[in-house]
């Protein structure tokens, strides 16, 4: 079936974890198309295996709100409007600068303690990484880096419940900004010579404050924690208006 990837069978024990992160990359780098409709049956026979594990990674994407289900007919791709995307961003706004402000403010401070200085390094790096493929406008690897980045970094802040769910909201941000990324640079006349599908898309288009915001956090520095993700935000909203626009 068109935009349903795998290499083979998968066998390991986290079999309904392996599906649903496999099918969530696949939404993620916008190879499975909004609206697409799929049944277990054919995602079941892609990846050579039973019909439960893939039933239960479809509702788990579901429950993401990644997915629909569509009665008697499987499930679809879920697709995005600019306006949901604005709401998340809003969302993702509020919580995350309220954590980085109140982790600063409750004595979180990496030269006192080698564990989370070691945790806080392991971040920079993969915002080292997020931040190069962010310039080179690479959108598969950043996804991938921006979503472990954040998610490493909500971490230090010790509320799985809050990790969670700026987890889930980040990953269906991500969905709807790639939608909206796709539509946006689908061709409307003949193919641009020289630029093959899924060539990186232009730089400077995204984001690419990560190491800052870690500094500013590894120097205990709320004013400049909150600088930085009200300039994430500004930069995510302006982004979403360009796409919105051209959509």
């Not at 564990?115 to 806080?120: E, H, K």
Request: hydrophobic share 45%; with cysteine.
């Amino acid at each position: 079936m068109p935009g349903i990837g795998g290499s083979g069978a998968v066998t390991r024990s986290t079999l309904r974890q392996q599906l649903a992160d496999a099918l969530r990359d696949e939404v993620l780098a916008g190879r499975l198309q909004p609206g697409q409709e799929f049944t277990v049956k054919e995602i079941a026979e892609q990846y050579g295996v039973s019909a439960t594990p893939v039933r239960e990674a479809l509702v788990d994407l579901s429950a993401q709100g990644l997915l629909d289900a569509v009665q008697h007919r499987g499930f679809a791709v879920r697709a995005y409007s600019p306006a949901d995307h604005r709401a998340m961003l809003q969302a993702r706004s509020l919580v995350t600068d309220g954590i980085f402000r109140r982790l600063i403010a409750t004595g979180f401070d990496p030269d006192a303690d080698p564990a989370t200085a070691a945790t806080l390094a392991g971040v920079r790096r993969r915002g080292e990484e997020a931040r190069r493929a962010a310039a080179a406008g690479d959108l598969g690897v950043l996804v991938g880096y921006d979503v472990r980045f954040w998610r490493e970094l909500g971490e230090l802040y010790g509320n799985v419940h809050l990790t969670d769910f700026l987890h889930r909201l980040r990953v269906q941000t991500w969905a709807c900004a790639v939608q909206l990324l796709r539509r946006a640079a689908a061709p409307t006349g003949p193919p641009e010579p020289g630029r093959p599908p899924g060539a990186p898309l232009p730089q400077g288009l995204f984001w690419t404050g990560y190491t800052e915001l870690v500094d500013a956090l590894a120097h205990r520095d709320p004013a400049g924690a909150h600088a930085v993700v009200t300039a994430y935000d500004a930069h995510s909203l302006a982004l979403l208006e360009r796409l919105a626009a051209v959509g």
